[in-house]
């Protein structure tokens, strides 16, 4: 039996790399924003708060804010945002974040990469399912971004 849950989306990956190089691709600034889709200027640091332009075609009017909170070498990736994508005039500035965490774990032939977002039930009712959806579908994405960018630059 397989249990719903609207609290966490939680995705995963293996792929044919080696964990360092993985870990340089979720956690480098500039190689992260090549495949997620987002430029930034500053590096990835803990308690770093960084906004960069989503360069995705049909939200390049948005941004991207996360503020870093963990950051252990080669095995865990985490930060906080408001999830959704927010259009022009709305602000969720005022609502609970979410909390991202990706986990790094060597298997057999390379890396398996977890991604975990949780705290949905925290997001106000009004846009929790369509920012879960929106969210949920975005990380099957993602998945497959970093794995083709891995691939790119072998």
């Not at 950051?71 to 408001?82: A, D, G, I």
Request: hydrophobic residues 40%.
């Amino acid at each position: 039996m397989s249990m719903i849950t609207t609290d966490r989306i939680e995705k995963k990956i293996q792929l044919r790399h080696p964990r360092s190089k993985v870990w340089r691709a979720l956690t480098d600034a500039q190689e992260f924003g090549s495949w997620f889709g987002a430029v930034f200027t500053e590096p990835f640091k803990p308690g770093v708060r960084l906004r960069g332009k989503v360069t995705h075609k049909g939200y390049e009017h948005m941004t991207m804010d996360v503020t870093i909170e963990r950051m252990e070498p080669e095995r865990l990736f985490s930060w906080r945002w408001h999830p959704g994508a927010a259009q022009p005039g709305e602000d969720f500035s005022d609502e609970p974040t979410t909390l991202v965490v990706f986990e790094l774990q060597d298997v057999p032939g390379g890396t398996l990469l977890t991604v975990v977002e949780s705290g949905f039930d925290q997001i106000p009712l009004a846009r929790r399912a369509k920012a879960f959806r929106m969210n949920d579908e975005g990380w099957a994405m993602q998945m497959k971004a970093i794995e083709g960018y891995l691939a790119r630059s072998s």
